[in-house]
């Protein structure tokens, strides 16, 4: 039979999503970790949304690379699991940007055994508002691909915020007069 690249990219991709869930699942049904969708990330959508999408694109990378995707799936799930939104916070946004890792981490404990990637993984993410660059490898996809997905979400959200700005315009003009009936 031929070889396709197509059916084998196909199977990669299918393979790579049902693995990844496996990875996942047993974190999913955590409470805290469902209450991520209660937040708004970056003005867009919700926090679990945003933790799913840096997972899931870590994940992929940290496959194509054959390093460890487990830890690398679920530090990355796991890496803003802090329970209030930035507008409550009473830090400064330098301030948060740098606690917020370790506020995760410690709730984070809570709800997984962590290994020694995972732990790195959450406690560096933020690498260039902190100082300390991630130690393992899978750190630094987590960290460029968070970053990544942070100026997507703001991307989106200042598109839908002109999108609210033109309807809203769009409404207040006055209704276009009927057009007689040749
Ligand atoms: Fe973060
Ligand atoms: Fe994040």
């Known amino acids: ?6 059916k084998s990219l196909r199977r990669f991709k299918t393979d790579a ?8 699942a ?8 469902q209450s ?8 867009c959508y919700s926090r679990l ?3 799913l999408d840096v997972a899931y694109y870590s994940f992929f990378i940290a496959k ?12 990355a799930l796991l890496h803003d699991l802090y329970l209030y939104d930035r507008s409550e916070c009473e830090q400064s946004l330098k301030g948060h940007l740098r606690s917020h890792p370790k506020i995760a981490l410690e709730n984070a404990r809570k709800v997984h055994d962590l290994n020694k990637i995972e732990e790195d993984i959450i406690r560096k993410h933020m690498w260039f508002a902190t100082l300390t660059p991630p130690r393992y490898k899978e750190g630094f996809i987590v960290t460029f691909v968070d970053k990544f997905c942070a100026v997507r979400e703001g991307l989106i959200s ?10 809203q315009q769009t409404k207040q003009l006055p209704a276009p007069a009927p057009q007689p009936i040749a």
């Open 1 to 6: 039979m031929a070889f396709s690249f197509r």
């Open 49 to 51: 949304n945003h933790s």
């Open 36 to 43: 991520l969708e209660n937040y708004t990330q970056h003005n």
């Open 64 to 75: 194509l690379l054959r390093w460890d995707t487990g830890s690398t799936a679920r530090g």
């Open 17 to 24: 999503v049902a693995e990844f869930y496996l990875h996942i």
């Open 26 to 33: 047993p974190l999913l049904e955590n409470e805290q970790v």
């Open 158 to 167: 200042l598109r839908n915020r002109s999108w609210e700005r033109t309807a």
